[in-house]
C-alpha cells in the first residue's frame, strides 16, 4: 500500500495510507503515537535516561478512512472521509477537543540506562483517539502549541485548546476558563483560558486554510485575504500594536 501523505513535529511524525490507515513514530511520552508509553520502545534520551519512543512505524488503532494529518506538541490528529476530526495525545490544555476526555490521564515512564523504571508524570491525555467536538466537514487541520484549528469544505473555522494569548480566535470572552488538576500542576491547582471544544470563528468565512504557530495563527480566504489572530509579542499578528488579538485582524493586501 502506497503513503498518501506524511506530518511531523519537533519529535514525532505520522503518515496516512492508501487504505485509510494511520501510522506514527517517534517520542511517545503522551501516548501521541496511539500506544501507552510504556508498551513501545526507548531511545536515549541523554543524561542517563531512556524515554518512551518507536523506531518504526506504529498503526493507529480505530481509525479508518483518514484522509489527512496533522500533529503538534505531543498530540496528532487527523480528518477522516466522513468530515470528522479525531486527536490523541497530550490534552492538558484542552487541546484534543473532547470535553469528556478532559479527566483522561496517562502516566509517562523514564527508564535510567541499565537501571530500573521510574516516573516522569501523570497527565491529561489518551491514548485513544477522540472525536473533536463540534468540527464537521473537516479538510485540513493545523496544530500550535496546546491548541488546534480545523476548516471545512465550506468555509467554516474552528479552533480549541489553549487560548491565554487569544490563539482561538473567538474573543477573550468566549473562550472559557478551564482548572488544571493539581495531580498534574506541580505547582498547585489553577485555572486558564480554553476550549475543550471546537469554537467556531464566526469573524471568518470562506476559510481556505490555517496555519497555527506556537500562540498565534493565520488564516487566508479563498478571496485572497489573510487573517492573523494570538499573541503579537513579536509583531507576528501584522497589525503593528504589538497587542495580542483574540479576534482575527485582517491583513492589508497591496
Not at 49 to 76: H, T
Request: aromatic residues 10%.
Amino acid at each position: 500500500l502506497g503513503v498518501l501523505g506524511a506530518a511531523s513535529s519537533g519529535y514525532h511524525s505520522c503518515s496516512w495510507l492508501e487504505d485509510g490507515t494511520a501510522w506514527c513514530w517517534g517520542l511517545n511520552t503522551w501516548g501521541q503515537l496511539g500506544q501507552e508509553p510504556g508498551s513501545v520502545d526507548r531511545c536515549d534520551e541523554g543524561a542517563g535516561y531512556e524515554v518512551p519512543c518507536s523506531r518504526s512505524a506504529m498503526p493507529v488503532e480505530g481509525l479508518e478512512g483518514v484522509v489527512g494529518m496533522a500533529v503538534g506538541n505531543g498530540q496528532s490528529c487527523a480528518w477522516l472521509e466522513d468530515g470528522s476530526a479525531w486527536c490523541w495525545g497530550r490534552n492538558d490544555t484542552g487541546q484534543l477537543g473532547d470535553p469528556r476526555s478532559w479527566d483522561e490521564s496517562i502516566t509517562s515512564y523514564r527508564w535510567r540506562s541499565g537501571g530500573g523504571r521510574e516516573t516522569m508524570f501523570e497527565r491529561n491525555a489518551s491514548v485513544t483517539p477522540v472525536q473533536v467536538s463540534g468540527a464537521s466537514n473537516v479538510v485540513g487541520m493545523s496544530l500550535g502549541f496546546g491548541y488546534g484549528c480545523a476548516w471545512s469544505a465550506t468555509g467554516e473555522a474552528w479552533c480549541w485548546g489553549s487560548g491565554d494569548w487569544g490563539q482561538l480566535g473567538v474573543g477573550m470572552e468566549r473562550g472559557g476558563m478551564c482548572e488544571r488538576p493539581v495531580s498534574i500542576a506541580p505547582m498547585g491547582s489553577h485555572k486558564f483560558r480554553c476550549s475543550k471544544h471546537a469554537a467556531r470563528l464566526r469573524t471568518l468565512g470562506n476559510v481556505a486554510g490555517i496555519s497555527a504557530g506556537y500562540a498565534h495563527a493565520c488564516a487566508w480566504t479563498e478571496s485572497g485575504t489573510v487573517s492573523c489572530w494570538g499573541s503579537d509579542q513579536s509583531g507576528q499578528v501584522g497589525d503593528g500594536s504589538g497587542v495580542s488579538e483574540s479576534c482575527p485582524y485582517l491583513q492589508p493586501s497591496g
